[in-house]
């Protein structure tokens, strides 16, 4: 397996427009989760899914991020309108299962600069 | 509440031990994780101990748990310039089904040659 696969690596857009991120989990996963890092915060989890039905949001900054996963093949995380202080790298995981001794696999990250 | 601790900034020499410190808060933790992140790359699972262990040994990795004091510890023997990274604490909590995983802010670790 090629392990998780984000889109784009790199994001670079001005204040006040839409980005769209893009995940694919490990075939098989049932859970997929989205976090953001960033050197104030460190690693957040925004967001989490179990079946492509979203289980916790708490980690949602605010009403301009929204994420969706319409199949277990692909997850999408939207920030409309886009801020500066979004800036940071986002990252998708998931896991087989849910349990203590399952491994949450990391893609590799999407930095998004908001100019 | 959780909340998951560790210092910003570790520097060491070729060839000697790193030791990277965590504390957590929630004494019901079931599951502590050391999560390594190399430049440019997401992180990745090091190694994992139960919360009623007091130690874990892997190859040149050696954790330690105190569960009294909420600390857990990683120890990294002959550390190795390919050990430069960031390295994550962090913590499950729950029972059954899903456990929710909280991360510390990482420990830089710079190894000199």
């Known amino acids: 397996d090629a392990g998780v696969i984000q889109s784009p690596r790199h994001e670079v857009t001005e204040m006040g427009q839409e980005v769209t991120l893009r995940c694919k989990p490990i075939?098989?996963?049932?859970?997929l989760f989205w976090y953001r890092q960033t050197m104030m915060r460190g690693l957040e989890l925004l967001i989490y899914?179990?079946?492509?039905?979203?289980?916790?949001d708490s980690g949602m900054p605010e009403d301009r991020f929204s994420a969706k996963m319409p199949n277990a093949s692909f997850s999408t995380l939207k920030i409309q309108p886009s801020e500066p202080r979004d800036s940071a790298v986002y990252f998708c995981?998931?896991?087989?299962?849910?349990?203590?001794?399952?491994?949450?696999?990391f893609g590799p990250g999407t930095r998004l600069t908001v100019l | 509440g959780e909340d998951v601790e560790q210092s910003l900034f570790l520097s060491v020499r070729e060839g000697d031990s790193s030791v990277i410190n965590c504390t957590y808060t929630?004494?019901?933790?079931?599951?502590l994780y050391w999560y390594k992140q190399e430049p440019g790359a997401g992180l990745q699972l090091l190694t994992y101990?139960?919360?009623?262990?007091d130690m874990k040994q892997d190859q040149r990795l050696t954790v330690l748990l105190n569960k009294k004091d909420k600390h857990l510890s990683l120890r990294i023997a002959d550390t190795q310039t390919g050990d430069s990274a960031i390295y994550f604490c962090?913590?499950?909590?729950?029972?059954?089904?899903?456990?929710?995983?909280?991360f510390g802010t990482g420990t830089k670790l710079q190894v000199i040659p």
């Open positions: 995981a998931s896991s087989l299962e849910g349990t203590g001794t399952d491994t949450q696999y």
């Open positions: 075939s098989g996963h049932d859970y």
């Open positions: 899914f179990n079946n492509n039905v979203p289980i916790d």
């Open positions: 929630d004494s019901s933790s079931t599951y």
């Open positions: 101990i139960f919360s009623n262990m």
């Open positions: 962090a913590e499950s909590i729950g029972s059954g089904g899903y456990q929710k995983v909280t």
